[in-house]
């Protein structure tokens, strides 16, 4: 069984995404993570672009409800060819 970081549900958790800026990364990402999270606040997105401009990151804080909502989040995001790295 593989431990959480998380040992109390509900709890914010930030997961972070990156990928090549000229994707639709967040309109993207944004739809896979309110499939599993519920609908997010603009004040729960962080967007940063990359000294080059190449790469985008983003930072969602959602309110887990548990491991198993976490595991399909980042399933699915792993999935998403436009997704290079989700952490």
Do not use: W
Not at 31 to 45: C, K, N, Q, W, Y
Not at 58 to 87: G, P, W
């Amino acid at each position: 069984m593989t431990e959480t970081l998380i040992q109390e549900f509900p709890s914010e958790f930030p997961i972070k995404v990156m990928g090549r800026h000229d994707s639709d990364l967040r309109a993207l990402t944004q739809l896979i993570i309110e499939r599993h999270a519920g609908p997010m606040a603009d004040s729960s997105v962080r967007t940063r672009t990359s000294a080059d401009g190449n790469f985008l990151a983003l930072t969602y804080t959602v309110v887990a409800s548990s491991r198993e909502q976490l595991d399909n989040i980042y399933r699915e995001l792993t999935a998403c060819k436009s997704v290079l790295m989700a952490l």
